[in-house]
């Protein structure tokens, strides 16, 4: 089995089923965010402030083509890497892409109180949510699965992904 990667609006549950997903499966967790940050030596709102969000999507793209390389990892990805078909061509031939959703109440609900969401701190959040998540459905449904978080704990939601992912070896 190679990777599985974890697609998704923010605040859907990438970061809390990967790492516990990675936990069962005894594979190693990346957070592809975390190694953007960890590898340009700033925050991803500092990129975006200072060189702008073509230059991170460049930036993201040659990250996961490094850790497509790698075998056996759990990745939870941006929002919005599946803007670009290329990096949705990478994840699907080197692994299985899961798509999480939730409803933008929920999501509104876990991130709010999250500063470093830039895409967030607008005066009407839940509208800018389902503007997104409209504009990025078409992107999402290219995944191999697709799995609503709204009501579902991180266990249940990691159950479902190892029994997908069972079937994909």
């Given at each position: 089995m190679n990777n599985i990667y974890l697609v998704g609006f923010m605040g859907t549950g990438k970061t809390s089923v990967?790492?516990?997903?990675a936990k069962k499966k005894k594979w190693p967790f990346v957070d592809l965010d975390e190694?953007?940050?960890?590898?340009?030596k700033?925050?991803?709102?500092?990129?975006?402030?200072?060189?702008?969000?073509?230059?991170?999507?460049?930036v993201e793209k040659q990250v996961l083509k490094e850790v497509s390389k790698e075998k056996k990892l759990v990745v939870?990805?941006?929002?919005?890497?599946?803007?670009?078909?290329?990096n949705i061509r990478i994840m699907k031939e080197n692994g299985v892409m899961i798509c999480l959703t939730a409803s933008p109440k929920v999501i509104l609900k876990r991130?709010?109180?999250?500063?470093?969401?830039?895409l967030l701190n607008v005066r009407e959040p839940e509208k800018q949510i389902s503007l997104l998540l409209k504009l990025r459905s078409p992107y999402y449904a290219k995944a191999d699965k697709i799995i609503n978080t709204s009501l579902a704990p991180v266990k249940e939601v990691v159950a479902k992904i190892i029994k997908i992912t069972a079937k994909k070896k």
């Amino acid at each position: 089995m190679n990777n599985i990667y974890l697609v998704g609006f923010m605040g859907t549950g990438k970061t809390s089923v990967g790492k516990e997903l990675a936990k069962k499966k005894k594979w190693p967790f990346v957070d592809l965010d975390e190694l953007i940050e960890f590898k340009e030596k700033r925050l991803i709102a500092d990129i975006f402030a200072k060189d702008g969000e073509p230059y991170f999507r460049r930036v993201e793209k040659q990250v996961l083509k490094e850790v497509s390389k790698e075998k056996k990892l759990v990745v939870a990805c941006g929002g919005g890497i599946v803007i670009n078909p290329e990096n949705i061509r990478i994840m699907k031939e080197n692994g299985v892409m899961i798509c999480l959703t939730a409803s933008p109440k929920v999501i509104l609900k876990r991130t709010s109180g999250y500063a470093h969401r830039p895409l967030l701190n607008v005066r009407e959040p839940e509208k800018q949510i389902s503007l997104l998540l409209k504009l990025r459905s078409p992107y999402y449904a290219k995944a191999d699965k697709i799995i609503n978080t709204s009501l579902a704990p991180v266990k249940e939601v990691v159950a479902k992904i190892i029994k997908i992912t069972a079937k994909k070896k």
